[in-house]
């Protein structure tokens, strides 16, 4: 039997350029054949700063995944694990109505400066229909 699905990444990513505050992405949707969400990874040009300083809520389809001051630490990886093994387990959530929401809070901490901002990116492993 052929397999009727295919995995695929993708990654939305927005910038963090001033301390303490609230980032809200917008207009962030799951391709339209998107048959589940397996799992998800945030990564940053600076981990160290989103290590230290983020927490978010994250919504796919609808479902709140990680609710409202999740810490980032727990999503990211180090360049140690193997490429596959990056990826938060969700399991298989369903796309409901193809949206990926998310609240990330910036938060200043002594072990990481601001300095010139950050990028956030996340990256989600999809399993696509054919």
Same mark, same amino acid.
């Given at each position: 039997? +052929?397999?009727?699905?295919? *995995? ?9 350029? *001033? @301390?303490?505050? %609230? /980032?809200?992405?917008?207009?962030? *949707? !799951?391709?339209?054949?998107? @048959?589940?969400?397996?799992? !998800?990874? %945030? ?8 290590? /230290?300083? &983020? ?5 796919? &389809?609808? =479902? *709140? #995944?990680?609710?409202?001051?999740? =810490?980032?630490?727990? #999503? ?5 694990? @193997?490429?596959? +093994?990056?990826?938060?387990? !969700?399991?298989?959530?369903?796309? &409901?109505? !193809? ?6 809070? =910036?938060? =200043?901490?002594?072990? @990481?400066? %601001?300095?010139? &901002? /950050? ?6 492993? #999809?399993? +696509?229909?054919?």
């Amino acid at each position: 039997m +052929e397999k009727q699905t295919r *995995e695929i990444r993708k990654t939305f990513s927005f910038q963090v350029n *001033e @301390a303490n505050k %609230l /980032y809200t992405p917008v207009k962030w *949707e !799951l391709p339209k054949k998107t @048959a589940f969400v397996k799992g !998800l990874q %945030l990564t940053s040009d600076f981990p160290n700063k989103l290590y /230290y300083r &983020g927490s978010q809520r994250i919504e796919i &389809g609808g =479902d *709140e #995944l990680f609710p409202e001051g999740f =810490d980032s630490k727990i #999503l990211i990886s180090s360049i140690s694990v @193997a490429p596959r +093994e990056r990826f938060f387990d !969700l399991g298989e959530v369903q796309p &409901g109505d !193809l949206s990926v929401k998310v609240r990330y809070e =910036d938060k =200043d901490h002594e072990r @990481a400066v %601001l300095g010139n &901002g /950050y990028q956030v990116s996340v990256v989600l492993l #999809l399993e +696509e229909e054919i």
